[in-house]
């Protein structure tokens, strides 16, 4: 059984350019996770989504946004990067039921913003 | 909302040794908890979780973890660290009614030959 994938694995950008990273999860799951993981902050929650709908979001800027496929793939986009915006994002899914607990993580994409 | 608190960000322990990493939760009622390990470059791996029932969880690789609800604690453990062993271990707490996985800052685990 295929694991959660995330492309790109690696990317670099420059201030003001925006981001897409994908997140294709385990077949069968129907919730997604984004987390952004910085040396100083640790893993903080973006949002979750389940069923194409948002059903989760953390404290993040407006500049940070997500959706839902009806295959369940995911992509969560930034917007006008800043500097800070640097760091590694992880994907998670799980089958996606209220408190369903383990979530399964991609490897994630690491941004640089120059 | 939930929330987790790991109080060692770094711990050195010499292989062979016995190993206890820290978690203190926060939460209104009993949550789902969690134990992960990230190695450097690579996603987070489940190492156990606790739902309900025994209090006394078993994981891979050897690893251990008890919840306390009086002290609103679990703390993971294993007997005897391996070389391998040496990675982030990051403590995480859910909501029974949500699907909102939180993380603690991590543990940052050195393992001395």
């Known amino acids: 059984k295929a694991g959660v994938t995330q492309t790109p694995r690696y990317l670099i950008k420059t201030r003001g350019q925006q981001v897409t990273l994908s997140c294709s999860p385990i077949?069968?799951?129907?919730?997604v996770s984004w987390y952004q993981q910085t040396p100083g902050q640790g893993l903080q929650f973006l949002f979750e989504?389940?069923?194409?709908?948002?059903?989760n979001k953390g404290n993040f800027p407006g500049r940070f946004s997500g959706r839902q496929f009806s295959n369940s793939r995911s992509e969560m986009n930034v917007s006008t990067l800043e500097l800070g915006d640097s760091a590694l994002y992880l994907c998670?899914?799980?089958?996606?039921?209220?408190?369903?607990?383990?979530?399964?993580f991609g490897e994630g994409s690491r941004l640089t913003v120059l | 909302a939930q929330s987790v608190t790991q109080p060692d960000i770094h711990i050195t322990v010499s292989e062979g040794a016995s190993l206890e990493l820290r978690c203190n939760y926060s939460?209104?009622?009993?949550?789902?908890l969690f134990w992960y390990v990230q190695s450097p470059g690579q996603g987070l791996q489940l190492l156990l979780k606790?739902?309900?029932?025994?209090?006394l969880v078993q994981g891979i690789k050897g690893f251990e973890a008890e919840f306390k609800r009086s002290q609103s604690s679990f703390n993971l453990r294993k007997p005897s660290v391996h070389w391998s062993d040496a990675a982030e271990y990051f403590c995480?707490?859910?909501?029974?009614?949500?699907?909102?996985?939180?993380f603690g800052a991590g543990t940052r685990l050195t393992v001395k030959p």
């Open positions: 939460y209104g009622a009993t949550p789902y």
């Open positions: 998670a899914s799980s089958f996606g039921g209220a408190g369903t607990g383990e979530l399964f």
């Open positions: 077949s069968g799951h129907r919730s």
């Open positions: 606790y739902f309900s029932g025994d209090t």
């Open positions: 995480a707490v859910q909501g029974y009614n949500n699907n909102d996985m939180r």
């Open positions: 989504y389940f069923s194409e709908t948002q059903r």
